[in-house]
DNA sequence: GTATTTGCAAATCATTTGCATAAAC
DNA sequence: GTTTATGCAAATGATTTGCAAATAC
């Protein structure tokens, strides 16, 4: 998903009403490698677009991640980040700097798959490494410690 | 961790001082199976101790993470989630209710671990299962589907 | 033309902070 | 006696909601 007529489509197909706002929300998410926070993709689209409002972004990616085109990732305590990647990846989240990166899929095997045995079902099942990010494990901040609660914060 | 002086040594052990509160919220904690969000805490605890306040328990909660006897739990969207099961273990997440369960520790094989090529360090591996839980894989509610950003909050 | 979506402002929810008092060590 | 924690109330930050005007279909 890049181009223009891309992101219309994939509008489309999630059954939204292709808007300008929901355009370009789309079209930061999906040219952007690092996950967006709600206020980032305010913050950008708004350059552009400057009566937009924070509503409306709040709405947007809801109807986004409703529509499957677009994931959230909940970041321990901070504020959700957005992720317009739709192939399947796992996460490697820093414990110092909260960051998160995109760690290629792969498959559990078979027999670590069926470890959820809670009687119900499973519909995806996501790794997430955590630790220090390459910038961050030089000079790793003050309270920046395996905790991760006053990593993420303060 | 259950009994009472079990209780008192691990906070002594953590270094921190021992207060009645949080005595409350690390019992309470540790004789739970599901994971609590902060103000469910409060409103336990709150019971037998009236005078108890919220802050005081995001502060306890805080210096319980910190000193690693609990861990913090980010659900998207909705309020973290506490628990004060040490052993590692990985998670289940109902994309329906909300609800987070355990699933009994297991290592990823060596391949896999090495998967996170950040080029910085990794010091934990988590897995994160995600789909219906026994009780709402029955009866799903209307919006709660794949995409669990509906189905966490409304 | 009708159903949705937008933008705005106000509301809500989770969490944090400042500060005087109280309790732990 | 000092240092740290508590409780309260007010502050902050993220996200949601109500509603009239604007827009997509």
């Given at each position: 998903m890049a181009g223009q007529p891309e992101i219309a489509r994939a509008l489309r197909?999630?059954?939204l009403r292709?808007?300008?706002?929901?355009y370009d929300v789309l079209a930061f998410l999906a040219g952007r490698r690092v996950h967006a926070t709600a206020d980032e993709i305010f913050q950008a689209v708004n350059r552009a677009h400057p009566r937009l409002s924070r509503a409306t972004v709040?709405?947007?990616l809801r109807a986004l991640v409703r529509g499957g085109l677009v994931?959230?990732?909940a970041a321990d305590g901070a504020a959700a980040r957005f992720d317009a990647r739709l192939e399947r990846h796992h996460h490697?989240?820093?414990d110092a700097c909260g960051g998160i990166e995109d760690?290629?899929?792969?498959?559990?095997?078979?027999?670590?798959?069926r470890r959820a045995?809670?009687?119900g079902t499973v519909r995806e099942i996501e790794v997430i490494f955590r630790g220090f990010c390459r910038r961050c494990a030089g000079a790793p901040r003050p309270g920046g410690?395996?905790?991760s609660y006053t990593a993420t914060k303060q």
């Amino acid at each position: 998903m890049a181009g223009q007529p891309e992101i219309a489509r994939a509008l489309r197909q999630a059954g939204l009403r292709l808007t300008p706002q929901r355009y370009d929300v789309l079209a930061f998410l999906a040219g952007r490698r690092v996950h967006a926070t709600a206020d980032e993709i305010f913050q950008a689209v708004n350059r552009a677009h400057p009566r937009l409002s924070r509503a409306t972004v709040y709405n947007t990616l809801r109807a986004l991640v409703r529509g499957g085109l677009v994931r959230e990732l909940a970041a321990d305590g901070a504020a959700a980040r957005f992720d317009a990647r739709l192939e399947r990846h796992h996460h490697f989240v820093c414990d110092a700097c909260g960051g998160i990166e995109d760690v290629e899929w792969f498959e559990l095997p078979p027999a670590l798959r069926r470890r959820a045995r809670s009687g119900g079902t499973v519909r995806e099942i996501e790794v997430i490494f955590r630790g220090f990010c390459r910038r961050c494990a030089g000079a790793p901040r003050p309270g920046g410690v395996p905790g991760s609660y006053t990593a993420t914060k303060q």
